[in-house]
């Protein structure tokens, strides 16, 4: 689910048997899915307010 690109290169970087791996892994994931939800609301507003014809 929150799976991306950069998610997925932390995950492989990172061990993931360690504490300290398993939360780098959870904030990278957490972090990317903000990351993606803030900017999707930032671009659906704006994309919104800039209105104009084709």
């Known amino acids: 689910m929150t ?3 950069e998610t997925y290169v932390v ?3 990172v061990n993931g048997e360690t504490k ?3 939360k780098i892994m959870f904030f990278a994931a ?3 899915w903000c990351y993606w939800m803030v900017g999707s609301v ?3 507003v704006v994309g ?3 209105q ?3």
């Open 11 to 13: 995950n492989c970087t």
């Open 30 to 32: 957490l972090f990317s």
């Open 42 to 44: 930032i671009g659906g």
């Open 52 to 54: 104009f014809r084709l």
């Open 3 to 5: 799976m991306t690109d």
């Open 48 to 50: 919104y307010m800039l």
């Open 20 to 22: 300290r791996g398993r």
